[in-house]
């Protein structure tokens, strides 16, 4: 507990993604993973080894990109270091265990940006609030997601490291916490966001190693299994592999339920949409 307390006071963390949750959920996943460690050691295997099969086979060897770098538990990242002149690890907030553990590799940076281009100005709209019913502010001033294309420029490998998924949670939340009662429109909005990452990794013109987290499955017995999409039923880049990803096993949510969460990947070559 005082561990994750120095941790919040003290990770370097822009105050919109601290306002809107970002440093709360890392901490939160960092805790998590130290309890689940067993449960989710395949999934990180396989994202591990499907991230070496891309660098094995990325033609070119200048700057390799990871989008969502997070913990760094999903990424090889002495193999990065080993074969790419510069290696740019992005995401909201990088914790005290990632930052100690680039520190020997010269060619390795942490960038901390929010790759939706939303969450600056989600993190204003409460102070616009005044003069609004309780269904919050209004759609028309919902930002529209944003990246920008110079984080890929010289780019030879861009990896989208599980982080799809987590794109609209954060802003989603916030929506509702500011009253905003429209599940619709906030459902759009969500998907608004998942679109976003996929176009902008489709017009890459690099080779691209995508891996998200795309259905999960509640086993709660003696109750009967259940699925829910986590891209609003929206295509992922590629599946041409799949696992299961044991995200929360018993006793994580309670003695009876295991929680799964089905991941599916692959290596799109450069020039290939
Ligand atoms: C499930 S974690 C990915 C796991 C990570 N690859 C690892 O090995 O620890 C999802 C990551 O997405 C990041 N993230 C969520 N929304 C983001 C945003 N708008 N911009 C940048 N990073 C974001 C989170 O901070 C988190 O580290």
Excluded at 4 to 9: D, K, R, S, T, V
Excluded at 13 to 29: E, M, T, V
Excluded at 53 to 74: M, T
Excluded at 182 to 207: F, P, V
């Amino acid at each position: 507990m005082l561990y994750e307390a120095i941790q919040f006071l003290t990770t370097p963390c822009s105050s919109a993604a601290r306002k809107l949750g970002y440093l709360s959920q890392a901490i939160a996943l960092e805790a998590r993973y130290k309890r689940c460690r067993f449960g989710w050691s395949l999934h990180l295997k396989n994202s591990q080894e499907l991230i070496r099969e891309a660098i094995a086979q990325c033609p070119g060897q200048r700057k390799a990109v990871v989008l969502g770098s997070g913990l760094l538990l999903d990424i090889p990242i002495e193999d990065l270091s080993a074969d790419f002149e510069q290696v740019d690890l992005i995401d909201i907030v990088h914790l005290r265990a990632a930052r100690r553990r680039v520190q020997k590799f010269h060619n390795v940076h942490l960038i901390e940006t929010d790759i939706t281009g939303v969450v600056q100005e989600l993190a204003r709209l409460k102070g616009t609030m005044t003069g609004y019913t309780d269904a919050g502010p209004p759609e028309k001033s919902w930002p529209q997601p944003y990246c920008d294309d110079q984080l890929f420029e010289g780019a030879d490998l861009v990896i989208s490291a599980n982080i799809l998924s987590q794109l609209p949670l954060l802003p989603e939340e916030y929506l509702t916490s500011l009253g905003c009662e429209n599940s619709k429109a906030i459902d759009k909005y969500g998907r608004s966001i998942i679109n976003h990452h996929l176009k902008l990794l489709k017009h890459l013109d690099c080779m691209v190693c995508f891996i998200a987290d795309v259905e999960r499955c509640i086993l709660s017995k003696p109750k009967p299994s259940k699925n829910e999409n986590l891209l609003y039923g929206v295509k992922p880049l590629i599946a041409a592999h799949s696992w299961m990803w044991n995200i929360a096993p018993a006793p994580e949510v309670d003695r009876m339920t295991h929680v799964h969460h089905r991941v599916v990947g692959g290596i799109i070559p450069p020039g290939k949409e």
